[in-house]
């Protein structure tokens, strides 16, 4: 084990899940913040564990031929992005080997991974969030902390948030209306919230604040319509909660539409400040149209779409389907999957709220039986009662879409050893510049 604060010359081998180096003393393995594979770095070891440890680059003595220069000019303090300093491509790279050598370690599956990069690796999040500091700054937090690095800009999101939230910070100055402090539980404007509609252009601004109302918001709103005619909605949001929920449940329209609407693969969605609602709308339908091209739905097949969500992939395989189920435990997204069947007029998709590992034997006992299962967990993956479910079901083809390779490849392993097989394995850039990544798998059953 290295001593603490001693200094090393390092050979970077490869990058970690979260994007930075990585390295190795001896055999012992080093991660290296913002260090780039193929860069020879200075390093100070800066903390140590039994197996491995954390150090920090004093000087590049030769950089990696896949580093860059970080557009951002506060790229190595903001916790936002995590691979500005590596160019596209090699991003791209990083993260289809990333998915390929997670599944192989992790899940023992060893398979080719193709790889969809970002047509527009900046400017392409219709959402951002934007916490305000004690101070009175607005920004993002900085890395492992709930610091607020000051911000001019975010090259992530519509060049037009700046504009927003630099006059909310000087409308708060002007009028006396102080920033919450999360250590005090004090004070007034806590984030800013934007929302981008794809189709439309249209912004809505979402501000969040503890308390039921802020003064003069008559000016505010005046000044914000003067912004731009892009900004459609003002919309107050009331978060007097002493945690770190981004948005309280009562939400106050001040100006303009309560909801905006954008669309995926032609269908239309109505977007609150509360919906989830996919970041980064051209890499969403490019993802969309392969897990339904895997899902091969015609007239005669029946879907379950498990943790469906607002219903949005739901929607688009009922366009093809004979019939499509949705399931989900959160009862907010299911009234709004509902919802948006009835304004695409599709009447061929039901939705049930509830576990899917308590749904799906019902409906199964009910004589209904999924020809394809269409998976979309959260980062934790799904669970062995849900998997266990579906493997009963024995549904022709399961199409399941991860956003965190590890859990993906442990849910894997579990159907491959259990009556699946691992036919095709595409990753999708939907978050560029940072380690995040999506994946969309097709297993079919090895009896057939």
């Known amino acids: 084990m290295p001593p603490h604060n001693d200094k090393y010359i390092l050979d970077i081998k490869r990058q970690g899940a979260f994007g930075e180096g990585i390295a190795d003393i001896d055999g012992y393995t080093v991660f290296v913040d913002n260090a780039v594979c193929k860069d020879r770095v200075e390093v100070v070891i800066t903390k140590r564990n039994k197996n491995y440890g954390f150090a920090k680059i004093l000087k590049i003595i030769s950089p990696s031929p896949y580093r860059c220069t970080p557009p951002c000019p506060v790229f190595n303090e903001c916790g936002?992005?995590?691979?500005?300093?590596?160019?596209?491509?090699?991003?791209?790279?990083?993260?289809?080997?990333?998915?390929?050598?997670?599944?192989?370690?992790?899940?023992?599956?060893?398979?080719?991974?193709?790889?969809?990069?970002?047509?527009?690796?900046?400017?392409?999040?219709?959402?951002?969030?934007?916490?305000?500091?004690?101070?009175?700054?607005?920004?993002?937090?900085?890395?492992?902390?709930?610091?607020?690095?000051?911000?001019?800009?975010?090259?992530?999101?519509?060049?037009?948030?700046?504009?927003?939230?630099?006059?909310?910070?000087?409308?708060?100055?002007?009028?006396?209306?102080?920033?919450?402090?999360?250590?005090?539980?004090?004070?007034?404007?806590?984030?800013?919230?934007?929302?981008?509609?794809?189709?439309?252009?249209?912004?809505?601004?979402?501000?969040?604040?503890?308390?039921?109302?802020?003064?003069?918001?008559?000016?505010?709103?005046?000044?914000?319509?003067?912004?731009?005619?892009?900004?459609?909605?003002?919309?107050?949001?009331?978060?007097?909660?002493?945690?770190?929920?981004?948005?309280?449940?009562?939400?106050?329209?001040?100006?303009?539409?309560?909801?905006?609407?954008?669309?995926?693969?032609?269908?239309?969605?109505?977007?609150?400040?509360?919906?989830?609602?996919?970041?980064?709308?051209?890499?969403?339908?490019?993802?969309?149209?392969?897990?339904?091209?895997?899902?091969?739905?015609?007239?005669?097949?029946?879907?379950?779409?498990?943790?469906?969500?607002?219903?949005?992939?739901?929607?688009?395989?009922?366009?093809?389907?004979?019939?499509?189920?949705?399931?989900?435990?959160?009862?907010?997204?299911?009234?709004?999957?509902?919802?948006?069947?009835e304004l695409n007029n599709v009447d061929n998709a039901e939705f049930y709220c509830g576990a899917a590992e308590d749904i799906t034997p019902k409906l199964i006992d009910s004589g209904i039986k999924p020809d394809t299962v269409i998976l979309d967990p959260p980062r934790k993956g799904s669970d062995k009662k849900t998997l266990t479910v579906i493997v009963n079901a024995a549904p022709d083809r399961i199409v399941y879409i991860s956003c965190n390779p590890s859990t993906l490849a442990r849910d894997l392993a579990f159907l491959s050893a259990n009556g699946y097989k691992v036919n095709s394995v595409t990753g999708f850039d939907l978050f560029a510049q940072t380690a995040h990544v999506e994946t969309v798998v097709l297993m079919s059953r090895k009896d057939k």
């Open 80 to 341: 936002g992005c995590q691979l500005m300093h590596i160019n596209y491509d090699a991003q791209a790279e990083f993260k289809r080997s990333y998915i390929r050598d997670t599944l192989l370690h992790v899940g023992g599956i060893d398979c080719n991974v193709d790889f969809v990069a970002a047509k527009s690796p900046l400017r392409y999040r219709n959402k951002m969030i934007f916490p305000f500091s004690k101070n009175g700054d607005w920004g993002f937090y900085r890395k492992g902390s709930h610091d607020v690095i000051c911000l001019q800009d975010c090259l992530l999101g519509d060049s037009l948030n700046s504009k927003i939230l630099n006059f909310v910070k000087d409308f708060c100055k002007k009028e006396n209306i102080p920033p919450y402090n999360e250590e005090t539980k004090r004070g007034i404007i806590r984030r800013v919230f934007t929302r981008t509609s794809s189709c439309t252009g249209e912004i809505m601004v979402v501000i969040s604040v503890n308390a039921d109302s802020i003064r003069h918001r008559e000016r505010l709103v005046f000044g914000l319509r003067h912004l731009s005619p892009r900004i459609a909605s003002v919309i107050l949001n009331i978060n007097k909660n002493h945690n770190n929920l981004v948005l309280g449940d009562k939400n106050i329209l001040l100006f303009g539409k309560s909801t905006l609407y954008d669309t995926i693969l032609s269908l239309k969605y109505e977007i609150s400040p509360n919906s989830f609602f996919q970041v980064n709308h051209d890499q969403t339908e490019l993802l969309y149209s392969k897990a339904l091209e895997l899902a091969e739905l015609d007239n005669t097949k029946t879907v379950f779409d498990i943790y469906c969500g607002i219903g949005s992939i739901s929607l688009c395989a009922a366009k093809l389907a004979k019939k499509v189920i949705g399931i989900e435990i959160v009862p907010d997204a299911i009234r709004n999957a509902k919802h948006n069947a």
